[in-house]
């Protein structure tokens, strides 16, 4: 069935340093690839996303990483801030549907001063 | 406004009333989507509209779930005779398009609580 999942409920990393976050897939189907970031009392926030046809996408102090032979996503981030602390979700979405998202159940990231 | 926006924030009702959740998207946007997210939770599709239609509505729970949307814009999520087991966030979400590369928006959410 379709399901998004991540690895680690919890991600504790010091400021300053990098942060990766996994996210497998099971929909191989799945061509359209998003990361959002939501803070406590706030609906998620776009980070970056990124097609089936690419392997990896940059953008401001983050980068994603798509492998489709094991179904693998991670979000990078760069010199984490504290002002990143927060909840990230990845979600897939086949684009041949109507673009409903499928989420995996998060990853909070702590980061510690 | 220049994000979605939802209304009410939060909203305590008893079980077995009915409850109305607002949804304004973000002007221009012609797609809708509404979700769910349960404490600890990632989100749950419920409902997508193109315009003022809903050509997939495969993730309402139950019939007690309805929703609507009226001029392209606003969308109503109903939910009637409430459960506890109702309670949760519903979020609200916009995007210029449907399908692939259209990022949705979303709003700050619902929190609905079911006593």
């Known amino acids: 069935g379709e399901s998004v999942g991540l690895h680690l409920p919890t991600l504790s990393v010091q400021e300053g340093d990098n942060s990766i976050i996994n996210c497998a897939y099971s929909?191989?189907?799945?061509?359209?690839f998003i990361w959002y970031k939501q803070e406590s009392g706030k609906g998620p926030q776009f980070i970056i996303d990124?097609?089936?046809?690419?392997d990896k996408r940059q953008g401001q102090r983050v980068t994603v990483l798509l492998n489709k032979t094991v179904k693998h996503l991670s979000l990078q981030i760069a010199a984490t801030q504290p002002g990143d602390s927060a909840v990230y979700f990845c979600?897939?979405?086949?684009?041949?549907?109507?673009?409903?998202?499928?989420f995996g159940q998060g990853t909070t990231l702590q980061v510690k001063p | 406004g220049a994000g979605v926006s939802q209304s009410p924030s939060n909203k305590v009702t008893e079980k077995g009333k009915d409850v109305e959740l607002r949804c304004d998207p973000i002007?221009?946007?012609?797609?809708l989507y509404w979700y769910r997210q349960s404490l600890g939770q990632g989100l749950e599709f419920l409902i997508y509209?193109?315009?003022?239609?809903?050509?997939?509505k495969s993730g309402l729970p139950s019939d007690r779930f309805s929703a609507e949307r009226t001029g392209g814009s606003v969308s109503t999520l109903t939910i009637q005779r409430t459960q506890q087991e109702d309670s949760a966030v519903y979020l609200c979400?916009?995007?210029?398009?449907?399908?692939?590369?259209?990022?949705?928006?979303f709003g700050a959410g619902t929190r609905l609580s079911v006593l």
């Open positions: 979400a916009s995007s210029p398009g449907q399908g692939g590369k259209n990022i949705q928006y």
């Open positions: 929909n191989s189907a799945s061509d359209y």
């Open positions: 990124i097609r089936s046809n690419m």
């Open positions: 979600a897939e979405t086949p684009l041949s549907n109507t673009g409903k998202l499928i």
């Open positions: 002007s221009g946007h012609t797609a």
């Open positions: 509209f193109q315009g003022n239609s809903a050509p997939d």
